[in-house]
């Protein structure tokens, strides 16, 4: 099994920027297709971004394009979501996550993200 940890997160004016981490431990970390995730008050969690374990290929929801970037350091075992120009609607929790498949299966307990208008 492996663990993460997200830390980062902050409460931060619109426009302003955040990056946020992912720190693992347990299995080898490089080995993982790594996501972030995020769930606003009252909404369902959703996906964010997500990286492969060679960097290959990215993906991103369509309301993040363009203002957010995601990257790791396999070395360092570390996952970062680097979050530029914050609108209020960014405001949630934002989750790290392992991806198998597609699907998310583990899990860190989350950092707040909180942007004012």
């Known amino acids: 099994q492996v663990q993460l940890a997200e830390s980062g997160g902050g409460l931060v004016q619109a426009g302003g920027s955040l990056r946020l981490s992912c720190t693992t431990s347990?299995?080898?970390?490089?080995?993982?297709?790594m996501g972030w995730f995020r769930q606003a008050p009252g909404k369902e969690r959703e996906f964010v971004a997500s990286?492969?374990?060679?960097?290959?290929?990215?993906s991103f929801a369509d309301s993040v394009k363009g203002r957010f970037t995601i990257s790791r350091d396999n070395a360092k075992n570390t996952m970062y979501l680097q979050m530029n120009s914050l609108k209020p609607e960014d405001t949630a929790v934002y989750y790290c996550?392992?991806?198998?498949?597609?699907?998310?299966?583990?899990w860190g307990q989350g950092t707040q993200v909180t942007v004012s208008s």
């Open positions: 347990g299995r080898t970390f490089r080995r993982y297709v």
């Open positions: 996550a392992t991806l198998n498949g597609g699907v998310a299966a583990d």
């Open positions: 990286i492969t374990w060679s960097s290959s290929s990215i």
